[in-house]
Structures are given as C-alpha cells and as structure tokens.
C-alpha cells in the first residue's frame, strides 16, 4: 500500500506526521506523493482561514485521488468533524485521538467499505497518545514533541477544546528518541508542544526544566532549542540552565500576545507586562546576546488607539529580536468571540502594518549587533532563489554560504555580514 502525508499548522503536527511515516513505513506501507492509496491530511483550526484551508486541502485530495482513502485527523476535524464528514468526501475522520490506531481504521475501512467517522469529545480526559516509534526527520533539525494539550483557556483560544488537558510524554520515551537522532548525527532538536513548556504540569516528580537538563545531558547533542516558552514558565532551574549549558539555543520564543495591560487582562493571559519585563531582563543577565522573539495579536476585541501604542512602546522597550503578528481571529465558542467593541478589518490591518514595520526595523538592529563575528551554523538546504546553501546560528540568525550540498548537516563557523 501507498501512503501521502500532509501536514498543515505548528510543529506538533508535523512531528506527528512524521511518527505517522515512521507506523506506516514499518507496516510495510511505501510513501507515494504521486499514487497513493491512503492519503492522510493532519488539519489545523487555529484561525477560521486554517478550517477554510484545511477543507480546500480534503476536498482537492479526493478530486486528485478519488479511489484512495482520504483520513482527516487534527484540530480542525476535532472541532468540526461531522461538517467535513459530510461535506469533503472524506472516508475517515478522527480528530486528535486515535491517531496512534489510524492502521487499524485503514483496515476496518478496506473490510466494511464503510467510511468511519470517530472524534472523541471528551477531551478533558486524555492520555498521552504515543506512536511508539522514533521518528526519522527529513529536515535536519529534528522537531520532537514533549506534551500534548493546554489549561490555560486564553479567552481568543479553540486549543484547549480541541487539543484537550496538559498531559506529558513519558520522559523516557523523549531521551530515547533523542538519544537515537543524535547517534544518527542530528545536530539540533526543537522541542514542541500545544504548550510545550507545561510539560510536567501532570506529573509529580518532573518540571519542564527537568527534563530539558536531562537532554542536555544525553552526550553527543550539539543544540536545542524550544519551540515556545511563556514567561511565567522561566523558572530559576530553567535560568541556571541558560547560564551553565551554551549548548541551550541563544534564542527563546515568548509570546506576548499584547503589550497592554488591559489587553493581556481581557485575553486572560497569565502574566502581565511588569512581569515580562522582569523575567526578560533575569534571562539577558545571564545571556545578553540572546535572541528573544515573539508572538503578538493585534485588533483584540476593544483595543483602543492608546492600548496598541502601549503594545507599540512595550515592544520597543524589550527589543525583540523579530515579532510574529497576527490579526485577532474571532473564534467561535470563545469568549473573545462575544466581546464588544470588534475591531474592524481595515484598523487590523493597519496595526498589523505597523508592527511588521518594527519588526523589520529590530530584526536589523539585532542582526548588525552581530557583523563582523564567526557563528556556528548548521547548513540545512540550499535556497532555489540565491541557491547558497542557508542554515540558521544559535541565536537564530540565518546565514548563508557556497558550500556545496556535501555541507548539508553539518556545522561550519560563517561570518556576518
Ligand atoms: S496558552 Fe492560550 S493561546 Fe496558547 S494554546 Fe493555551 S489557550 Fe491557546
């Protein structure tokens, strides 16, 4: 049999497509992009735009593929499963569970020649569900998830109602993974999660801390990095292991969301400005060069003139390295979704312009900090455009170099400029 993956939103469903390979390929299942029988598309319902994609995605699959299996699993099909049952053509449905048993749905399917539509709604009462299998990247930073689900109930956010309660993977299970990537010669893993960094919180005798020292331990690893971190998880424990392990990526990705007081109340953030603030100025004592980049929203629900300039100035204040900007989704079956005030599409776009503009301007500036040094990089693919092979630094600069393919891999020490 055939099989065709496609993956659509974060990393989490990406390396979940990769352990998906890993089921497959060890079932005697030979991966065909072209001529597949089976094609399984992990969907993403993180704004309304992702759920409109996600279907467009199942709908073009069964028109280019009428008589494979088409097998929807993710966020979207978890939060609107019956629609795309009825309305894609799909043959199988799940949402974010049963995905370790898809081979045994494939079959069922194959026996019955009846489609399957299976979501499990209660997803406050999950288990951690392993594929139990070390994935195989084909990228050469290896993206390895931790934890699955989220408490926080940010009031913009259709996670926790799709991805369910914070349950963490077996600590064993991550080292082992890793520590068979790293005799394979991967040199960076990315640690992901639907909030990574609460890995632990379901556990009694773990902390997220714990665990990134125990792989900084496994001998042989060159970098990791995490995909995601909020400032109130950067616990002592978490700051002592930036100042003792270099090999702890230069970089941390902390979404802000809003740099407003009264914004970050009304999105029902677990921090506030002072905060960040504080726990910013505790990393750069430590790492004074550390990239920190992050995740803004703007356009929330009543966002006045004077809260963006408040976002504005506070990003300004921290000196981001590079801001990742979102206009604010309304999402059905949140709170936010019910606020007043909406912000219209025109004033988000504006915003938006703006704090791309800043960004431009403080990705620079953090960039010329750097010209003129050597920083190791991993080379991992040659741009079709320049058609230099690009890879990126500790702190997350990319950089590029002539170095022929025989370089993809590996680490080199490139000059900034
Ligand atoms: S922390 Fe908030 S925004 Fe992030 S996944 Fe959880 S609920 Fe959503």
Known sequence: ?????????????????????????????????????????????????????????IRREKRKNPDSVVVVMGCSSQNHGEEIFSSTGADIVIGTSYRNKLLDLINEFKINNEKILKINKDVRHLEYESFNVFTMPKSTRAYIKVEDGCNNFCTYCTIPYTRGEVRSRNKDEIIAE?????????????LCGIHTAHYGLDLKDTTFSDLVEAILNIEGLYRLRISS?????????????????????????????????????????????????????????????????????????GESEEEFK???????????????????????????????????????????????????????????????????????ERNKKTNLLSGFTSNYLKLSSDLSD????????????
């Open 229 to 301: 971190i909020e400032e109130s998880e950067i616990d002592d424990k978490f700051i002592t292991l930036l100042a003792n392990y270099p090999k702890l990526a230069n970089h941390l990705h902390m979404p802000l969301q809003s740099g407003s007081k009264t914004v970050l109340k009304r999105m029902g953030r677990k921090y506030n400005v002072d905060d960040f603030i504080k726990k910013v100025e505790k990393i750069r004592s430590v790492r004074p060069d550390i990239s920190i980049t992050t995740d803004v929203i703007v356009g929330f629900p």
């Open 310 to 380: 408040e976002t504005y100035d506070f990003i300004n204040k921290i000196k981001f390295s590079e801001l990742h900007v979102f206009p604010f989704s309304a999402r059905e079956g949140t709170k936010a979704y019910l606020m007043d005030n909406q912000i219209s599409p025109d004033v988000k776009s504006m915003r938006v312009d703006a704090l791309l503009d800043l960004s431009k301007k403080l990705e620079k500036e953090y960039y010329n900090r750097f010209l003129g040094q050597e920083l190791e990089v991993i080379l991992e």
């Open 1 to 57: 049999m055939r099989f065709k993956l496609i993956s659509l939103g974060c990393k989490v469903n990406f390396y979940e497509n990769n352990a998906l390979r890993e089921m497959f390929l060890l079932n005697n299942y030979v991966e065909d992009n072209n001529n597949p029988d089976v094609v399984v598309i992990n969907t993403c319902s993180v704004t309304k735009v992702a759920d409109q994609k996600s279907r467009q995605i």
């Open 178 to 190: 890793i520590t068979h990537l790293v005799s394979l010669g991967f040199k960076e893993f990315v």
């Open 406 to 417: 025989d370089y993809i891999g590996k680490i080199v020490k490139l000059k900034v400029s």
